[in-house]
Structures are given as structure tokens and as C-alpha cells.
């Protein structure tokens, strides 16, 4: 997702990124020359170059962000986790937290991811996020689930059913895949808990992170608390997921 503006002031330049959200660099072209803006190092992700109007700013986005959509007590906030812990683990920089509704289990809820190479800036709810997991499709008609998705958003949709039986084609704004996580959760696990292996569908579609990482992450987690044997069943869920995932 880019952003672009329009300067009629270089100084304006300089200024503007230090403030903007997009934690970006910069390079000008003016001139037909590679020109360095103050002590912004050069970098061709951002592109600023003169025109009739002004200086023309391309921001890139350098900011992964997730928005998972949940009832409480579906693990939402714990894939969220797995996911910035196992981009920690990589390197990167992460924040995971969580939006609640009414406290109740069965609510509705939501769960933030940012994952970035550089310092994130960002503290505020995603607004545009680049993708939306949806773990229970029942909660389409009751909550806007492609709040500010645009054309690039990658929306994963746990679902048994034809899509468009859950999200109208009219209404439909970014990418859609599903994947039965349900079915995968309740064949294996003998219980319906979607969170990991959504996570794992969301992996195979973008490869953000490392899926042997990620693997590695649940394992470390899950073993002392549940024991070898149901955290190799999560494991084999998700693999399951991932193979599937096209």
C-alpha cells in the first residue's frame, strides 16, 4: 500500500518523513541525478522527484499489518503472538495486541499484527491493514470484517462453504482465499480450534515468515504445557493447512 503526496517546498521533505508513519528512506531524483536528502540515506523503495506541480512523494509502505477477526475464546490473540514472536525470533521488528468487545467468550473480537525490518512508530489500531484473517465466518454479517481493506488486501476466510455465500462478490475489496480450518481442526484435534492453522494458511500465502520458525515457535510454547503428543497433532493441523493453501 503506497501514499502519495505533493510538495511544492523540498524543506517540506525532509520534515514530512520524519513525522510520517511509513518508516521509510529516501533518495531524489532532480535533475537526472541521485541527490541524498540531509542525513536520509539512499534507498530506491521511496522515489521523490521534481514535476510542474511539485515534488511528487512516493511513501512505500515498510509495515506488514494483520487484522485477525475472532469470537473471544478462538485464539485470535495466541496466533497473533505466534506470529510477532516467530518475526522477533527472525529479527524483525513486531507488536501484537489485542481489541475486545464485550469481555464474554463467543464475542466478537479482534487482533492486531505489525511486522517490520525497521523500528515500528505505529502504537494506534491498523487502519489499512495488508491482510485480514477471519476465523468464524459467522461474525461476516455482524461486524465489518473489510473495514479498510483495499484492492491489495489479502483476506483468508475460514469457511466450508462457497465464499460468496459469506461475502457477496459486490461487497468483496481485496484478495479472497479460504481454507476449511474447522474441518481440519475438528479431524485432527477432535475440537474446533482454527487460530494456528489460519496462521499457517496466512504463512504459505505471503511467506512473511519462516513456516519451520513458526513450527519451532508453537513447539517450544506448547510442549511443557500440553505434553509431545497434542502439540505434534497442532503441528500436523497446521501442516495440513499449509499443503492445502493455494
Not at 115 to 142: C, K, M, N, T, Y
Not at 156 to 170: R, V, W
Not at 189 to 215: H, Q, S, V, Y
Amino acid at each position: 500500500m503506497n501514499c502519495v503526496l505533493l510538495l511544492k517546498c523540498p524543506r517540506n521533505i525532509t520534515r514530512l518523513l520524519k513525522f510520517t508513519r511509513y518508516y521509510v528512506m529516501a533518495s531524489a531524483i532532480w535533475q537526472n541525478a541521485n541527490i541524498p536528502i540531509g542525513n536520509i540515506k539512499i534507498e530506491p523503495k521511496t522515489i521523490i522527484f521534481k514535476n510542474q506541480v511539485g515534488y511528487k512523494l512516493i511513501l512505500m509502505k515498510d509495515i506488514y499489518e494483520i487484522i485477525f477477526h475472532a469470537r473471544a475464546g478462538q485464539g485470535a490473540k495466541s496466533a497473533a503472538q505466534f506470529i510477532a514472536e516467530t518475526a522477533l525470533k527472525e529479527g524483525k521488528e513486531m507488536q501484537a495486541f489485542p481489541e475486545y468487545g464485550p469481555e464474554r467468550t463467543g464475542a466478537p473480537m479482534r487482533s492486531f499484527v505489525r511486522i517490520s525490518e525497521r523500528e515500528i512508530r505505529s502504537f494506534e489500531p491498523i487502519v489499512h491493514p495488508d491482510a485480514i484473517i477471519i476465523l468464524d465466518s459467522s461474525i461476516v454479517g455482524s461486524v465489518d470484517v473489510l473495514a479498510g481493506a483495499t484492492k491489495d488486501t489479502l483476506i483468508i476466510l475460514n469457511t466450508g462453504c462457497n465464499p460468496k455465500e459469506c461475502i457477496p462478490e459486490k461487497d468483496l475489496v481485496g484478495e479472497l482465499h479460504t481454507i476449511d480450518a474447522t474441518a481440519i481442526s475438528v479431524g485432527i484435534l477432535g475440537r474446533n480450534i482454527p487460530n494456528l492453522i489460519m496462521a499457517a494458511a496466512w504463512i504459505k500465502l505471503t511467506k512473511k515468515i519462516k513456516f519451520e520458525d513458526f513450527i519451532g515457535k508453537v513447539r517450544e510454547t506448547f510442549e511443557p504445557k500440553i505434553g509431545k503428543e497434542k502439540t505434534e497433532k497442532n503441528i500436523q493441523a497446521m501442516k495440513k493447512a499449509y499443503e492445502e493453501m493455494k
